[in-house]
């Protein structure tokens, strides 16, 4: 008896082979092409880059000295960054007692309290408050003042007395540094 392979069984097995082979690459050009054909949807849906930029800033906090203020914009809207006096902390830490409208301690609208970091629109219309930007406070309370409707803002933007019925919202903030902070 001679051992050869019976020659239509190898050619039965060629043609299963070729046959898986075909299938598997038809089946992975499909699955590229339609990958490649959904992505644009897919990315599509990721936000523009003009509103990525606005989602976050970074405040250079050196050369802001102490009893003075800047005004940033972040997503359309002015943000307060002041650097408060010992005498602001000071009063502040007092104004904790007082009869408040929006009652909020003053530590818990600061992560460092020599820094008050706020949104500077008034939560009554929308107007923007005036005051501690040259140093020299607004208002009865030393710290902004909406001439608008008269809303007056303590020196932790806490609402004390007027119209507005809510303290001057506090962004999200972190310090990335002692001399840099970035606002979103």
């Not at 003075?68 to 650097?83: A, E, L, M, N």
């Not at 000071?90 to 309290?113: C, H, I, N, W, Y």
């Not at 001057?168 to 002692?178: G, K, V």
Request: proline share 8%; hydrophobic share 35%.
């Amino acid at each position: 008896m001679s051992d050869t392979a019976d020659p239509a069984a190898s050619a039965e097995i060629d043609e299963q082979t070729r046959r898986d082979f075909l299938f598997t690459t038809t089946a992975a050009v499909g699955a590229v092409g339609l990958a490649t054909a959904v992505w644009p949807f897919i990315d599509q849906m990721n936000p523009a880059a003009d509103t990525l930029a606005l989602a976050s800033t970074e405040v250079d906090l050196g050369p802001i000295e102490e009893g003075q203020s800047i005004t940033v914009v972040w997503r359309g809207k002015p943000v307060f960054v002041r650097h408060r006096t010992a005498d602001e902390i000071k009063s502040a830490g007092e104004d904790d007692k007082a009869e408040l409208p929006d009652p909020e301690t003053d530590a818990a609208r600061v992560q460092q309290p020599k820094w008050l970091v706020m949104i500077g629109i008034c939560t009554h219309l929308g107007c923007i408050p005036l005051g501690n930007k040259s140093g020299e406070p607004k208002g009865e309370f030393g710290g902004w003042f909406c001439p608008c409707h008269g809303s007056h803002y303590d020196t932790s933007g806490r609402i004390r007395k007027g119209p507005a019925p809510n303290n001057l919202p506090i962004p999200a903030y972190n310090f990335l540094s002692d001399t840099k902070m970035k606002i979103g």
